[in-house]
């Protein structure tokens, strides 16, 4: 009976982990260059339960648990918007963001609906500056281009070039918010590896609305079934004790 309070409780844990998770999907579908989670879910074998000082086997059932949450780093479409501060990258690369925060930080992001600050530097929102090969790329103004290499020039010059950080596909990433991540890997562009950054255009969410919402669903209805299976061993088990209490008297 407590084998089943267990497992019925562990799965209810599981599922509400993963309601979560598509929950956070479905409300970043339209946030440009979001990376969907993916709940990764492992399984291992229990056998053993002490009875009295003495350890026998006692069957096995299979337990599912959480094992960490996976990063989908798939390239998505991109969207045209026309305006010169949007940015979409095709390739495995990464535009770097520093956080104005008191300790600074640089962080990954493929969001590129960029802008300037208050003191005309490029910059993702509040989450802070983006990082050329000379620190923080100061815009001054709305007059640049920016070529498929990242190179940024007004008609000046060159202004700088875009730090860009190679992050393959199946890369494991932390997520900081949702739109940035943290990489300990390399992130050296390997030899034959290509990128292409294209100016007016931001890359849009990887998530799939509809297979989201069938997943929601699909999860929805496991929680709901473990919850009855719940109700019902608590039921059982308090008969159970109304039994035995009877028969002692």
Do not use: C, W
Not at 22 to 46: H, P, S, W
Not at 166 to 183: C, Q
Not at 189 to 195: A, H, M, S, V, Y
């Amino acid at each position: 009976m407590l084998r089943g309070f267990y497992n019925a409780t562990q799965a209810m844990i599981l599922h509400q982990r993963d309601l979560n998770s598509i929950g956070n999907n479905l409300g970043n579908a339209t946030t440009a260059g979001y990376r969907g989670d993916t709940i990764v879910k492992n399984t291992f074998m229990e056998e053993y339960i002490l009875v009295r000082g003495r350890t026998e086997l006692s069957g096995t059932f299979h337990q599912n648990y959480v094992e960490n949450n996976y990063v989908n780093l798939e390239q998505s479409n991109l969207e045209f918007t026309g305006s010169r501060f949007d940015l979409g990258i095709l390739g495995n690369v990464y535009f770097n963001i520093r956080t104005m925060t008191e300790v600074s930080n640089v962080y990954q992001s493929r969001n590129g609906q960029f802008e300037l600050d208050g003191e005309g530097y490029l910059s993702l929102g509040k989450a802070g500056r983006v990082q050329g090969q000379n620190g923080d790329i100061y815009i001054g103004h709305d007059d640049f281009v920016v070529t498929a290499d990242g190179v940024i020039m007004n008609n000046d010059g060159i202004i700088d070039t875009l730090l860009l950080t190679y992050i393959p596909p199946e890369a494991d990433v932390g997520k900081v918010g949702d739109n940035m991540f943290s990489y300990d890997g390399d992130e050296v562009l390997p030899p034959g590896e290509t990128f292409d950054v294209v100016q007016g255009a931001i890359e849009k969410t990887n998530v799939d609305a509809v297979r989201e919402m069938a997943r929601l669903m699909e999860v929805q209805r496991l929680y709901e079934a473990n919850s009855q299976i719940l109700r019902y061993i608590d039921i059982m088990n308090s008969r159970s004790i109304s039994i035995a209490k009877a028969g002692q008297g």
